[in-house]
């Protein structure tokens, strides 16, 4: 037994006890259960019992307190701890998750959840160190259990309010800050667009690309209704019921605008209920002459076998075709005119497009002599201007192949855009239709031709047997693919054959693999198709010259 406790049970002794008091004998026994073996070894000799007693209450009191601070830590951090976890447990749990669920959607909630817990951590964390700090040294001899509940409580509530207030209010407007700009900014792009537009649509108006002084209106029935209670009136209206429109044309005076009516039938019916352009003008796609027997098409292309008995339906949109001709008298086609009435229809282009799709004669046969070719002749003869096409015949023609079934529509002609025609094009793509269209015989340099630049038509270019690309034909992002289109023996109109190059001759090509593709695979997407069988040519992958790249059929 150590010195310092045989001095506590000295203290505590029957001898001792009337000369000590009792706070006396019960701090002995403290320290004999608590005090190291150590804590009294030095104890100063000779002292009488008043002394010993002063010295051992001062060294009971140091050594107490020692320990007791030490128990009182380690309880406080343990008590701590777990009333922390409670606290923000429960905290966040219950109220903060409830409560964002609630207010906020989805991406704010994910937000607030990834703010707070970060948050929330780093100030629970402050709140009791502090806590803790004033609790230890300020409640250590009263009720410390509950002085650092009811702190951290208060602590930690105060701390998450604000929190999740400061984070909610951050996210939300945050959110709706960005939502603003998203918005002002589409709005923007869009007026942008439509300005830029307007300016594209007035520079582009040529004399010479423009039936004068007429302007044109294209919308669903309904609209022309509103139109007529507000008083436009019309001096032609056609239906278009292919695509369930109604084309209606006005004559106007030399000082018209059509920025303006434009935006006049705009305040009417809205932005996008209809269209409105001018009538322009298109022109064959001029191919180059040779003197030389050309190619004929059955031997540019390799077909599989049964093309003879493929009855395929296709529609093209070309010149008057030649019917009398050897080649073409006994082929399946259906020829209808949308030029102006009373004009001079021309033939040679249109003859020998048609030749090339359905030519059946002693010495010739096309690519698919079996097929029924719906033939909408658009071109008529202009002293000025040589063979000329309106948006309103294309217009016209379209709707009348889409009426008719046919599954592909060849389109050899080229032009500025124009609102009309291109909101047609769309209506026929919608339907099921594929429209392919010549990229255009302007060289190298030349800008984008329409409609082959419309992103609902396939863009054609052409190439020679060696697979070289024609050297007169457009290059663009907009051109998809290339096909044989050079030294192309064909049918004249009025007899006998010819040999022409042209990206237009090059259109039939594809246009019959595509027929062919949609007879076979009714489910099958056809452009798709088209493009993953070309063979790569020039720059790897697409480029502006080749598209994707030459037309190969698959067996």
Known sequence: MSASQRMALAACSPLRAAMLSFP?????SVLFALAPTQALAQVPCCLDEEEFEEYLEESIEEEVAENVEEEVVENIEEELEVAVDQAVGETIEDSIEDSIEETIDDSVEKSVEETVADSVEESVEDAVESTVEESVAGAVEDSVETSVEQNVASAVEKSVEETVEQTVTASVEGQVEVGIAAAIEDRL????????????SQLEIDEARIKTQQWLVMAEPEVFDELAVKGYLFDRVTDLPGMGLLLAEVEAPSSFEIYDVREGVIDVVGRGRAEVDLNHIYTASAPVHHTVEGARPRNVLHFPAGMDDLALRLGMIDSLVDTAHPALQKANIHSRAFATEGATLPAFHG???????????ADYLGLAPSAELYAAAVFEQDAARGEIASTVSLVRALDWLISSGVDVVNISLAGPPNRLLEKALSRAASRGVLILAAAGNGGPMAKPMYPAAYPSVMAVTAVDAHGRVFRLANRGDYVDLAAPGVGLLHARSGGGYATSSGTSFAVPFVATAAARLRLLSPYEDVREALLSSVQDEGVPGRDDVYGYGVLRVNG
Request: proline share 0%; with cysteine.
């Open 24 to 28: 006396a004998c019960v701090l002995a």
């Open 351 to 361: 003859t020998a497009i048609a030749s090339i799709f359905t030519g059946r004669d």
């Open 189 to 200: 792009e869009s007026e942008i667009a439509t300005v830029l537009e307007d300016l594209e």
